[in-house]
């Protein structure tokens, strides 16, 4: 099956201009006329995309199409990123891209702390220092939230209630320990040797 490739269209295009000043001129100086148009010519598959046919199985296709019926459309600059030509100047593009030649990147929900980029044809968050997570949506504690506590943000937690200090790692007793006992979760206190009660108050007594 024949195709009218880039260089005889131009020939086409040039003896249609050379038919129609010969026309108009009164003595034509013939440019001979590579080829005719053939009126009973068939071409299958069909020629698509408004092509016509001009041979027997030789399309002559519309701007921006392509292919042996026409049947590639063809764009302009091409689609990037793995984008496919609808029809000229329209591109579908795959997820993660978009813009007219899928030559933006798009990432779903959005980078949150960090930067959308292409990284082998598919789109990420590339986080900054200290977020991590698919939207870079999650903080980083590099010390660490102990005790329930939860990363809120770079290097900062979140402590529940009863515990302080920068990674939830301090106990906090309402009512302070006496005689040197030592608050070890919330409202407990841990005794020296020789004194007991809640707050350590008092003397443990060896009868
Ligand atoms: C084109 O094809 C038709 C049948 O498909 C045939 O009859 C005709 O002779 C062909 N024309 C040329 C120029 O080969």
């Known amino acids: 099956m024949g195709v009218v490739g880039l260089a ?54 519309s701007k921006g199409y392509e292919g042996e019926s026409c049947q590639f459309a063809h764009c302009q600059p091409r689609c990037k990123n793995g984008g496919t030509c609808l029809r000229p100047g329209k591109c579908r593009c795959p997820p993660g891209f978009g813009g007219r030649f899928c030559q933006k990147v798009t990432c779903d929900g959005g980078c949150w702390n960090g930067e959308c980029i292409a990284v082998n044809g598919a789109a990420k968050c590339i986080c900054s220092s200290s977020w991590t997570g698919s939207k870079c949506q999650e903080a980083i504690c590099p010390q660490g939230c102990t005790n329930g506590g939860s990363c809120v943000a770079p290097g900062v937690c979140s402590c529940p209630e009863g515990w302080l200090g920068g990674a939830c790692h301090v106990a906090v007793c309402t009512k302070s320990c006496w005689n040197g006992g030592k608050c070890i979760s919330p409202d407990k206190c841990r005794c020296r040797p020789r004194f007991t009660g809640p707050l350590c108050e008092r003397v443990m007594r060896y009868d």
């Open 8 to 61: 005889s269209r131009a020939l086409l295009a040039a003896a249609l201009v050379a038919l129609c000043s010969a026309a108009r001129s009164d003595a034509p100086r013939g440019v001979a006329v590579g080829f005719v148009f053939d009126l009973k010519a068939r071409c299958e598959p069909q020629c698509r995309h408004g092509g016509i046919c001009i041979r027997n199985d030789t399309c002559f296709c």
